[in-house]
């Protein structure tokens, strides 16, 4: 994966594309998007809704553990949602604010009601900003950085100016494919230049003109071309491992 550098490690202040593709690997949420963009359980098994709209009551998965060794229970999402909830910068995202209450129900059982009906809630549950991280230990140390103690199949194992090293969490040795990914920060053209290379796997979320599209396409298993704007997401056809 390849883009600009991370300022900043705290999920609710994600900025761009690339940043929020990281996260998606180190962060466990309600709800997770497949390779099929369909919605599924990330940290839960399941989920509930109400007849109006209002309510939406999630069980989780009992077999999910943080970095820290400590596994995920509902009070640690309800401290993460009310913590996205309660952001003021201007970034803080509309259907966080449309969070009235979130409820815990047991140590697997969580509801959230909402002042009004969302029919996009369970996937705005799968971005990264909606992380949920230990509210006893929200972030962990990698070298001089706090990052998320999350429960995402990787972990954060270095960070350097231009790349990031993850490695697979421990509660997914059994089923991930990659066992360490490596994260690098690079100019666009050099970007593309590597992915044509096939030095590198997966090239997201760039912004590119219609030349760059055409010269791409054909290199690559995945293509999305927005209509609000021109981004993408490529898996290389050159390259099986990250």
């Known amino acids: ?14 900025g761009g594309y690339h940043a929020s593709t990281v996260f998606a690997q180190i962060c466990g949420r309600l709800t997770n998007l497949d390779e099929a963009l369909n919605i599924e359980g990330d940290i839960s098994s399941g989920w509930n809704i109400s007849p109006d ?20 229970h509902a009070p640690d999402v309800e401290f993460s949602l009310n913590r996205l909830a309660g952001k003021s910068a201007p970034n ?15 140590p ?22 909606a992380c949920i ?23 954060i194992t270095d960070i350097a100016s231009k790349t990031i090293d993850l490695e697979v969490a421990k509660d997914f040795k059994k089923i991930a494919v990659e066992k ?14 590597e992915f044509l290379l096939g030095k590198v796997h997966d090239l997201s979320f760039y912004l590119l003109n219609e030349e760059e599209i055409e010269m791409l396409k054909d290199k690559a298993r995945f293509l999305h071309a927005s209509l609000l704007s021109t981004w993408i997401f490529l898996i290389n056809t050159k390259s099986d491992t990250l």
């Open 1 to 14: 994966m390849l883009g600009d550098g991370i300022a900043n490690f705290d999920p609710i202040d994600i």
């Open 53 to 72: 709209g209002l309510t939406y009551t999630f069980e989780l998965k009992k077999n999910r553990t943080f970095v820290s060794g400590a596994p995920v």
């Open 92 to 106: 803080t995202l509309l259907w966080a604010k449309n969070l009235k209450t979130i409820e815990v129900l047991d």
């Open 108 to 129: 697997f059982s969580i509801r959230l009601k909402l002042h009004r009906p969302d029919k996009n809630l369970i996937y705005h549950l799968s971005w990264a900003n």
């Open 133 to 155: 991280v230990e509210r006893a230990k929200p972030f962990v140390t990698v070298g001089t950085h706090l990052v998320p103690n999350s429960s995402g199949p990787y972990r």
């Open 180 to 193: 360490k990914i490596k994260v690098k920060f690079l100019p666009q053209k050099a970007a593309i230049q």
